[in-house]
């Protein structure tokens, strides 16, 4: 007869520690039966983070990338852990090996540079990212930030016309 774990993410305030751990003896139940199981380890990393056992978490992240080594999750969840101890270069490198080109990771990709001080990389992904996203307000926020109060923002003459239509249509609407 097959045992079923189920494994929740979400906690309750009251008693939420004994909870996290039981569930992590049950986790480490099952991966003993099926250790390649690569949700059962993601499961476990979640858990681990939620007690605050970082390195394990880690641990359990590495195992799944030594499987797929180019999970974007893990890598994500791995650069947040890496941050987070203070390890800029390394999460970095698993934002950079995460391969993703939204917004967010952008972002965050940008502010890890300029935290090591490589302000060339840091301008670079900005202006990389309002290219590839020139309808995203945050990329030009952050550039605008970045570059000072006296910095000309560029706009395209499609945007710009975008801008005035809104305008004008709100002029139009004024008694």
């Known amino acids: ?4 774990h189920l494994h929740f993410t979400t906690v309750s305030p009251v008693g939420s520690l004994a909870g996290l751990k039981r569930r992590l003896a049950s986790l480490d139940t099952d991966l003993r039966e099926r ?3 690569i949700e059962l380890l993601r499961h476990r990393a979640d858990v681990l983070r939620l007690l605050g056992e970082d390195n394990d978490a880690l641990g359990c992240l590495d195992a799944i990338l030594k499987r797929r080594p180019h999970d974007h999750q893990a890598l994500i969840v791995k650069a947040d852990l890496l941050e987070v101890s203070g390890e800029l270069e390394r999460a970095l490198t698993a934002l ?3 391969g993703a080109d939204d917004v967010d990771t952008l972002l965050r990709r940008a502010e890890l540079n300029r935290r090591l001080g490589r302000m060339e990389a840091f301008h670079r992904l900005l202006e990389d990212g309002l290219a590839a996203h020139h309808r995203d307000p945050r990329i ?3 550039r605008s930030l970045a570059l000072g109060p006296d910095a000309v923002d560029e ?4 945007e710009l ?4 239509k809104t305008l004008w249509s709100i002029v139009r609407e004024r008694p």
């Not at 706009?155 to 499609?158: A, G, K, R």
């Not at 016309?161 to 005035?164: P, Q, S, W």
């Open 35 to 37: 250790p390649d199981d």
């Open 140 to 142: 030009r926020e952050v």
């Open 161 to 164: 016309a975008g801008l005035m």
């Open 155 to 158: 706009v395209s003459l499609d």
């Open 1 to 4: 007869m097959k045992k079923l």
């Open 96 to 98: 950079e090996e995460a």
